[in-house]
């Protein structure tokens, strides 16, 4: 988030540089809170984004050569959700089972029924993901404990997969926690962490992506991305503006050494790929407005102002 945000700077120097040439109006959209906050749909209900045309998204990558740049038209990044269940049954001395409703069973069994919603439900060719990454129970080793919570992420890129997922993940959870006695309540914390939808590229940015990002690294640097169960939450723009445009900025160098990827304690920025994203965010914007004017007619003069 750091070098994004350094990257933005860098374009809005440029554009400054440049500001009697540009063609229309830039706004930089320096957005808080991606992490599963939704922030971008913040911006757009406090108005940010308002009479904007197109939008271009910049993610740095851990495996992309420098120098190299990488997206595809169409989806891009998977839509996500989370969903946290309490399973409650009856805790008790753990030499005394029988005593007991054991909630840490009820939740193993959840988990690896959890993962059949994929492989026996879903389409194969229909990208799928169910992830179990919180379980939370019992602070002794010889004690079973009145509850367990769990919780995790489901993605999809098919709106109709999505919700099928949500609420087979909330049967399953429920019924499974009966096969065990426990009882279970699910929630999927939607006002505080809004679903994001698919990340979707207009076709016809990919193209104008593809012309101007080739002039500035070469043809053989501009690459295909294969779409990634990630989300991201600049997908929300795409209900605000007609066109949206998401790509992956290199910043692989096998001279530095292994790279650490993204979410490790051990993830570090190569400040290398910097001033391609900077340049490269603000000659979208410039080049943009240069090719998108409106029409004009008569002998009327033409305004700078979207």
């Not at 108005?47 to 190299?68: L, R, T």
């Not at 990340?199 to 053989?220: C, Q, R, W, Y």
């Not at 723009?237 to 290199?250: E, S, V």
């Amino acid at each position: 988030h750091d070098a994004h945000v350094a990257m933005l700077l860098g374009s809005a120097r440029i554009l400054q540089e440049h500001r009697d040439e540009l063609k229309g109006t830039v706004v930089l959209v320096f957005q808080p809170a991606e992490e599963g906050g939704g922030g971008a749909k913040k911006m757009i209900d406090d108005g940010a984004v308002e009479n904007i045309e197109a939008i271009f998204g910049v993610h740095v990558a851990d495996v992309v050569p420098i120098g190299v740049v990488a997206s595809r038209p169409g989806p891009v990044m998977a839509g996500s959700g989370f969903f946290e269940a309490v399973i409650s049954g009856k805790g008790g001395h753990a030499a005394l089972p029988h005593h007991t409703i054991d909630p840490i069973l009820a939740a193993s069994n959840v988990i690896v029924s959890l993962q059949q919603l994929v492989s026996r439900e879903a389409d194969p060719l229909d990208s799928q993901v169910v992830t179990v990454g919180k379980f939370q129970g019992g602070g002794a080793f010889n004690v079973i404990p009145d509850s367990v919570t769990i919780g995790g992420t489901f993605r999809a890129f098919l709106k109709e997969s999505f919700n099928q997922l949500k609420q087979r993940i909330e049967e399953v959870i429920v019924s499974q926690a009966s096969v065990q006695r426990c009882n279970a309540v699910v929630d999927f914390l939607d006002k505080d962490r809004p679903f994001f939808p698919p990340t979707i590229n207009s076709a016809g940015l990919h193209d104008f992506f593809v012309k101007v990002a080739s002039e500035m690294v070469g043809p053989k640097n501009v690459r295909d991305k294969q779409p990634l169960m990630g989300a991201e939450d600049f997908a929300f723009y795409a209900d605000a503006i007609p066109a949206t445009y998401y790509y992956f900025l290199g910043m692989y160098n096998e001279t530095r050494g292994p790279q650490a990827p993204h979410h490790s304690p051990y993830f570090t920025i190569n400040e290398d790929a910097l001033p391609y994203g900077a340049a490269l965010q603000a000659s979208l914007a410039a080049r943009y407005l240069l090719e998108h004017q409106p029409p004009t007619t008569g002998k009327a003069k033409a305004h700078d102002e979207l």
